[in-house]
């Protein structure tokens, strides 16, 4: 198994977090990682994406040009990173952030409207967690206790009690993502 993974928003939606957990949680599980973050100068409102693989074999380079899963969470990245999914990749947008919705016939193409959900659960912090729990509903490439001991070594010690939190949006995530 091996998943090359691209998320971009914009920064302050959790993008390089969500991107950390994942690498941590692979970690967690004895898998190959690569995490390469991209950011502009401005930490809110610019653009940012992460560069994730996940392996069970060695991986050569992280550097990417083409990827098997693109969660975009604004247009831009939408369309920016529609054009860069291998045939038969998997297009995961959240619903809030995208005008114009996917064109590529040759992707699988999933909705998840994670920002409505955060605000149900009346938390904007955690809808990169929501998002994260569609994306491995989809492509179940890391166990959900991979993602807990990976907040655990991620989140300091003052907010490990956010953990369930985190853990109950990951779960809300996979039940409301839909295939378009």
């Given at each position: 198994?091996?998943?090359?993974i ?9 993008v390089l ?5 994942l690498?941590?949680s692979?970690l ?5 990682v ?6 502009g ?11 994730v ?7 050569s ?12 969470l ?7 990173f529609?054009?860069?999914?291998k045939?038969g ?6 619903g809030?952030?995208?005008i114009?919705?996917?064109?590529r ?14 605000a149900e659960?009346?938390?904007a912090?955690i809808?990169n ?6 994306f ?8 959900n ?6 907040l655990k070594k ?6 490990h ?6 853990m109950?949006a ?6 409301i993502?839909?295939?378009m």
């Amino acid at each position: 198994m091996k998943k090359e993974i691209i998320i971009s928003g914009f920064g302050g939606q959790g993008v390089l977090s969500m991107g950390k957990i994942l690498a941590y949680s692979g970690l967690m599980e004895d898998k190959e990682v690569t995490w390469m973050p991209a950011y502009g100068p401005e930490q809110r409102g610019g653009t940012a994406n992460v560069t994730v693989i996940v392996s069970d074999d060695k991986i050569s380079s992280p550097i990417l040009s083409t990827y098997d899963v693109a969660i975009v969470l604004n247009q831009p990245s939408l369309e920016k990173f529609e054009p860069k999914l291998k045939p038969g990749g998997i297009l995961i947008y959240d619903g809030y952030g995208i005008i114009n919705p996917p064109t590529r016939k040759d992707i699988t193409v999933y909705r998840i409207d994670a920002m409505d959900k955060a605000a149900e659960m009346k938390n904007a912090k955690i809808f990169n967690m929501i998002v994260l729990g569609g994306f491995l509903k989809v492509c179940p490439i890391i166990s959900n206790d991979g993602i807990e001991k990976a907040l655990k070594k991620t989140l300091p010690e003052r907010h490990h009690g956010l953990i369930p939190l985190n853990m109950q949006a990951l779960e809300e995530g996979g039940k409301i993502i839909k295939q378009m």
